[in-house]
């Protein structure tokens, strides 16, 4: 069961543990994770579920797909090159222990 520590602008963390094969949007909701609001339920198309990949996690994670990436840039503030959509990250065991930063934005 991998786990995912999400850590706010603020440095708050919360570590949860999350079903193999849910995103890292579930993992958030289902453990009441602040800050990832997920508005359209993982359709890819709100941008509230925006989350910072770890660096030392980034070569990792797949990369986002090409809509991924435009949602990324209309739709999320203080996007970097390391911004995800957290519904679009599958967990996998090999994810085990994944670093998720939360913009600013959404605290
Ligand atoms: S939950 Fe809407 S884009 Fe991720």
Do not use: K
Request: some cysteine; overall charge negative.
């Amino acid at each position: 069961m991998p786990s995912v520590r999400f850590i706010e602008h603020n440095e708050t963390e919360y570590l949860v543990q999350a079903e193999a094969g849910h995103s890292v949007m579930q993992a958030a909701t289902s453990n009441l994770v602040p800050g990832i609001v997920a508005d359209c339920g993982g359709a890819g198309n709100c941008a509230t579920c925006h989350g910072y990949i770890d660096e030392a996690w980034i070569d990792r994670v797949p990369p986002p797909s090409e809509d991924e990436q435009e949602m990324i840039e209309a739709g999320c503030m203080h996007s970097q090159p390391n911004s995800r959509l957290t519904c679009q990250v599958v967990l996998t065991r090999e994810l085990d222990g994944l670093v998720v930063r939360l913009p600013v934005s959404q605290t």
